[in-house]
C-alpha cells in the first residue's frame, strides 16, 4: 500500500513497525498518552507528588501522662487518588528522662486522626538523646487537603521530660513525604 496525505495531515498506509527506529520520541507523544496497563509487567510505582519540611525549633513536652504534644516540621499535601500511598520519612533527635513515651505521625492535628504511632521506654534519671528516622506508609483518606505532623505523649515517670529538638542547627528535623501511585 502506498503512503497517501490527504492535505489535512493525516497520513495513511503506514503499517505497524512501519516506521524507522528512533523516528518517535517522547517529546512527540501526547500527555499520558501511555498508561500503566500498556507498561512492561512490574513497571510501576511512580511518584506522583511530594512534600518537605524542616525545622530547627526545640520542643518540650511535661505536660503529664494524658497530651499529645505536636513537634518538629508539619506538612499540608492534597493526595492525587486515594488507591496511591503516602510515605512519610521522619528524622528527629529527642532527649528523653525517665519514662515511657510514645510518638505518632497525626493527620489534621491531635484533634485529627492518628495515622500510626510507636512506643519506647527510658527508665534512668539522666537525659538519654535518642536519634530516630520514622518511616509511615499511610493511604490517603480522600484527595482533600490534610496537614501531617508527628506528636509526642508523655507516659509515666513522675518527674519524665521529653525535649524534641533538632540534630543540629544545619540539618534540623525533617519530614518528607512521597506519594506513590501503585
Avoid at 131 to 145: E, F, K, L
Amino acid at each position: 500500500m502506498a503512503i497517501t496525505f490527504d492535505g489535512s495531515g493525516t497520513v495513511t498506509g503506514i503499517s505497524v513497525g512501519g516506521l524507522p527506529d528512533a523516528i518517535v520520541d517522547t517529546d512527540m507523544l501526547a500527555a499520558n498518552a501511555v498508561s500503566s496497563a500498556k507498561l512492561a509487567s512490574g513497571v510501576g510505582g511512580k511518584v506522583v507528588g511530594s512534600a518537605f519540611a524542616s525545622s530547627t525549633t526545640n520542643e518540650q513536652n511535661t505536660s503529664g501522662n494524658t497530651t499529645w504534644t505536636l513537634v518538629g516540621p508539619q506538612i499540608t499535601y492534597t493526595a492525587a487518588s486515594t488507591s496511591n500511598k503516602l510515605v512519610f520519612l521522619h528524622s528527629h533527635h529527642m532527649m528523653v528522662e525517665d519514662m515511657t513515651w510514645h510518638m505518632a505521625l497525626y493527620r489534621d492535628g491531635t484533634s485529627g486522626t492518628q495515622v500510626y504511632q510507636m512506643q519506647s521506654y527510658t527508665q534512668d534519671a539522666q537525659w538519654i538523646p535518642t536519634v530516630g528516622i520514622t518511616n509511615v506508609v499511610a493511604t490517603p483518606p480522600d484527595t482533600n487537603s490534610h496537614t501531617y505532623q508527628f506528636a509526642i505523649y508523655r507516659n509515666g515517670g513522675a518527674d519524665g521530660k521529653i525535649r524534641y529538638s533538632p540534630n543540629s542547627a544545619s540539618t534540623g528535623s525533617q519530614i518528607m513525604m512521597l506519594e506513590v501511585a501503585p
